[in-house]
């Protein structure tokens, strides 16, 4: 195996394996992969892949019970946990790895820290870039002071859960939050939401919370808003490994009532992983718009949003780039998102309270036929926001079952800025959800239907 290639990536997750499929297959350049954990990283093992995997059969489940002409269906929970453990290939990253050797991309196991200009040292080797350097690693859980002794679980033992503790708390109101108070609690824990803010997911739209807020509490879920938590304490927290309960029992004090738990899980946010790659050695500080040209951070590691699909697009550019096969980019490329909640939260775009002179239309998610059959009491609504001069799509939020599918065509139109008046001729089956976007853009004022 080589000491020089074009491009180390360091971090072999689904971002830096886009980087170095894109800088190989364009070009005559080479790359390597560094990694000290597993191939495929967060998403593939403990993220994305495991909490979708949990989620799916649950919403199947309360699909049943709201749906008149069949038997409920009931969550299985030692079944459920198998088909978690087998999307996540029971923890073996061999088929990631493959696949990368398979590109012609080796694979180098470590923890990688800069040594030098392009320099890494890997447990004593030394390996250069001729071009450049890029840092994918993620990021790691934020975990405030006053939890600092308790062992609390993280988002890694939410999705590997293999003790499902009777009594759980979970601090965050974010959307690993609300996800994992939705598959927790369909698992069979007494769920309890520690939230400092006055309401959830803040970065949705207020209705879009507001929806997702009513539906943990009627599922069971005990949200406890503006809770002020001042301590926590475990006399006997031990890390007793992946998914288990960390010890003895958990008391909690919220506003000065003593609370008691099996479990606490934390999701108060994450923040790039960069404190063990080395940045002191070339005295650069944790702001990647201050680094030299050759050292490129992507993914969760560049503060960007921290979205899988996001950081591989974005690593799909720094790759065609670094093998000089760059397509010009679009400016201002929406970030769309889909919380797996009950119901699904999808959105694109800017925030309503962050866009000035726009038009806002609302409809209710069963205004459709196709969408009012998916269940027998659908909730949620439909927005979007159009450009009042434009007269284009700027956002768009759909709150309700499967809403997520209904996303990448709102992200179609607002990055291909396709006018209102020409939407209107893409016609929608009938009857599918899709039908939404005839009810939004009925909406609109009359003098939109005209270019």
């Not at 803040?202 to 807020?213: D, G, I, K, S």
């Not at 921290?306 to 690593?315: F, I, N, Q, S, V």
């Not at 607002?414 to 939404?436: K, Q």
């Amino acid at each position: 195996m080589s000491d020089e290639y074009d491009v180390i990536v360091i971090g072999a997750g689904p971002v830096g394996e886009n980087v170095a499929q894109y800088v190989t297959e364009a070009s005559d350049l080479n790359a390597v992969l560094i990694e000290k954990e597993l191939a495929g990283g967060e998403c593939s093992y403990y993220a994305c892949m495991p909490s979708k995997a949990l989620l799916r059969p649950v919403e199947i489940a309360n699909d049943s019970v709201d749906l008149q002409g069949i038997s409920d269906a009931s969550v299985q929970v030692e079944e459920l946990l198998k088909r978690r453990d087998e999307w996540v290939s029971h923890y073996d990253d061999a088929s990631q790895v493959e696949w990368a050797e398979g590109i012609g991309v080796p694979v180098v196991r470590g923890a990688a820290r800069l040594s030098g200009e392009r320099k890494v040292q890997v447990d004593g080797r030394t390996i250069a870039a001729r071009k450049a350097v890029v840092i994918a690693t993620g990021s790691t859980p934020v975990i405030p002071p006053e939890y600092a002794d308790v062992c609390a679980w993280g988002s890694r033992d939410a999705t590997g859960v293999v003790d499902v503790p009777e009594r759980l708390a979970i601090v965050g109101g974010g959307v690993v939050a609300c996800e994992a108070a939705t598959w927790m609690r369909a698992l069979g824990s007494e769920v309890t939401m520690l939230v400092r803010g006055d309401s959830l997911l803040t970065n949705q739209e207020p209705f879009a919370a507001e929806t997702v807020l009513k539906s943990l509490r009627d599922s069971g879920v005990d949200v406890r808003l503006e809770a002020n938590v001042t301590s926590c304490e475990r006399p006997d927290a031990s890390d007793t490994g992946l998914g288990r309960v960390h010890g003895g029992a958990v008391t909690v004090t919220v506003d000065d009532q003593k609370l008691e738990f099996d479990e606490i899980l934390l999701a108060v946010g994450r923040r790039p992983r960069l404190g063990e790659i080395g940045l002191d050695a070339l005295d650069l500080t944790d702001d990647p718009d201050a680094w030299p040209d050759w050292l490129i951070a992507v993914g969760d590691a560049s503060g960007e949003a921290p979205l899988t699909h996001w950081g591989k697009y974005r690593a799909r550019g720094i790759g065609a780039r670094l093998a000089g096969a760059a397509e010009p980019e679009p400016a201002d490329v929406p970030v769309p998102q889909v919380v797996f909640t009950e119901p699904q939260i999808a959105q694109v775009g800017p925030l309503r309270k962050d866009l000035d002179d726009v038009e806002v239309v609302r409809v209710p998610f069963n205004s459709a036929a196709g969408a009012a059959l998916l269940r027998d009491h659908v909730q949620g609504q439909a927005q979007l926001l159009v450009d009042r001069k434009d007269r284009v799509v700027r956002a768009a939020t759909f709150v309700g079952p499967g809403a997520g599918e209904l996303l990448h065509a709102a992200t179609i139109a607002i990055v291909g800025r396709v006018p209102v008046h020409v939407l209107r001729h893409a016609v929608p089956s009938y009857p599918t959800a899709s039908e939404l976007w005839l009810r939004l853009l009925e909406e609109l004022p009359r003098q939109y239907r005209r270019g």
